[in-house]
């Protein structure tokens, strides 16, 4: 199995936090990753990712399968023979304007091994730009800070 964790601290009430994750017409304004999300928040149903790797990479889709939707949590993932993924996005109240954003992914199954290979720098570049992008697109004056 294996695991991507990106945690950061914005300044701003947890409902804001809430309200930009969820707002997703507008991820293509700042989600390096996730140019659109498409769902209805039910649980069971369907939620289809247009995703890049990189602001002016090609868009993809992908339709997973919603498992958690609100308060203040979303998560959704694959489950077939061989491959299993699960990403959860928590936000977490520290104060009145301050809010703690984690984000994991787990992957199992036969096929990891490839998709780690193919994919698992990316995947890991995603969470963290993502992680500050959203950071970002609340506290405008912060600074972005790449990770090598």
Same mark, same amino acid.
């Given at each position: @199995? $294996? ?51 990189? @602001? ?17 949590? @979303?998560?959704?993932?694959? $489950?077939? *023979? ?31 091994? *490839?998709?780690?290979? *193919?994919?698992?720098?990316?995947? $890991? ?19 972005? $800070?790449?990770?090598?």
């Amino acid at each position: @199995m $294996k695991t991507y964790q990106e945690s950061i601290e914005i300044d701003a009430p947890i409902e804001k936090v809430w309200k930009v994750l969820t707002d997703f017409k507008t991820y293509k304004e700042w989600n390096p990753l996730n140019f659109d999300v498409i769902t209805d928040g039910v649980v069971g149903n369907k939620i289809t990712l247009k995703y890049r790797w990189g @602001m002016d990479a090609k868009i993809n889709t992908q339709v997973e399968n919603l498992f958690a939707f609100g308060p203040f949590k @979303m998560s959704w993932g694959i $489950k077939n *023979l061989f491959l299993k993924t699960r990403r959860d996005i928590y936000l977490e109240e520290l104060g009145p304007n301050k809010t703690r954003f984690t984000t994991y992914e787990f992957f199992s199954g036969a096929v990891v091994p *490839l998709i780690l290979l *193919l994919y698992g720098r990316k995947l $890991k570049r995603a969470h963290i730009d993502t992680t500050f992008a959203l950071k970002m697109r609340l506290n405008e004056k912060t600074k972005l $800070k790449r990770i090598p």
